[in-house]
């Protein structure tokens, strides 16, 4: 098995690292470096989704231990897609889990051993993260043994009160999570709340509107569109896959922005829609 992923790290992270803070009912998001994972309590026990960065598989039993029990494991890990600060930790996490994996069809070649990511691109505008972009891991991992296709009808194994959104770009099987009672969610990188391609940003985790990062994106029609559709199910609370999560009016407010100014907010200057 290549272990590129596993093996990797990366040597950057934020203020906010390691300091949770409960998101509504049931939402316990994990700052790890820069990168968010999620905790959500379910009548049973709880779900995780995403896997962290590399090397942070300690962190996170820690945190489950914390929140829900030395004894108790999640009944499955949901991803919003593979790349390699959403799933650093996940081989190593099922060798302590053996709980199923979910995602969408389309990222499960990236999940199974069948294909690689294309590098990111470090020659989209801005910042140093872009640039430290090529030494970002992008390899596919191999988690066939426990990895299951996310059911077709919207639905999430255990989870009733959720449901799966495709909102590709970022990635061809990106998929957010929505719940209805409440209007949660949790939208991985299909926008975040922080520019993620500047290191000042990112390290002080400065708020702000953006959509997915540029150096990884690989169809930016299709990411305004899963931007759209996001924005239509008007959510109270938003969880990203980069950023502090954001709530009530503002997130409204700037989701609308963002879809109206989305060439300007968004795009890489070399890219049109």
């Keep these: 098995m290549d272990k590129e992923v596993e093996d990797s790290y990366i040597p950057v992270t934020s203020v906010t690292s390691k300091i949770g803070r409960d998101v509504g009912k049931g939402l316990y998001c994990l700052p790890i470096q820069i990168v968010n994972i999620v905790f959500v309590t379910t009548?049973?026990?709880?779900?995780?989704?995403?896997?962290?960065?590399?090397?942070?598989?300690?962190?996170?039993?820690?945190?489950?231990?914390?929140?829900?029990?030395?004894?108790?494991?999640?009944?499955?890990?949901l991803l919003t897609h593979g790349h390699f600060d959403h799933v650093g930790a996940l081989e190593e996490l099922l060798e302590i889990w053996d709980v199923p994996v979910y995602a969408h069809d389309m990222e499960i070649p990236y999940l199974n051993g069948e294909a690689d990511y294309p590098p990111p691109d470090p020659?989209?505008?801005?910042?140093?993260?872009?640039e430290m972009s090529v030494f970002f891991p992008h390899k596919g991992i191999n988690i066939s043994s426990h990895l299951q296709p996310l059911p077709?009808?919207?639905?999430?194994?255990?989870?009733?009160?959720?449901?799966?959104?495709?909102?590709?770009?970022?990635?061809?099987?990106?998929?957010?999570?929505?719940?209805?009672?409440?209007?949660?969610?949790?939208?991985?990188?299909?926008?975040?709340?922080?520019?993620?391609?500047?290191?000042?940003?990112?390290?002080?985790?400065?708020?702000?509107?953006?959509?997915?990062?540029?150096?990884?994106?690989?169809?930016?029609?299709?990411?305004?569109?899963?931007?759209?559709?996001?924005?239509?199910?008007?959510?109270?609370?938003?969880?990203?896959?980069?950023?502090?999560?954001?709530?009530?009016?503002?997130?409204?407010?700037?989701?609308?922005r963002l879809v109206r100014d989305f060439d300007e907010i968004a795009l890489p200057e070399k890219n049109t829609k």
């Design 43 to 77: 009548k049973t026990g709880f779900v995780l989704v995403d896997a962290g960065m590399p090397q942070s598989a300690d962190v996170i039993v820690e945190a489950a231990k914390k929140h829900y029990g030395k004894h108790v494991k999640p009944e499955a890990i």
């Design 123 to 130: 020659s989209v505008d801005g910042g140093l993260v872009t």
């Design 152 to 256: 077709a009808d919207g639905s999430i194994p255990g989870m009733p009160e959720w449901k799966w959104v495709y909102t590709p770009g970022h990635t061809p099987g990106h998929v957010s999570f929505f719940r209805e009672t409440d209007r949660a969610l949790i939208a991985g990188d299909a926008f975040v709340t922080v520019k993620q391609e500047s290191l000042y940003k990112v390290i002080t985790q400065k708020q702000e509107i953006s959509g997915p990062p540029k150096y990884f994106t690989v169809d930016w029609d299709l990411a305004f569109q899963s931007v759209k559709v996001l924005q239509q199910l008007n959510p109270q609370t938003a969880i990203t896959g980069h950023g502090i999560p954001m709530c009530g009016n503002e997130l409204q407010q700037e989701l609308l």
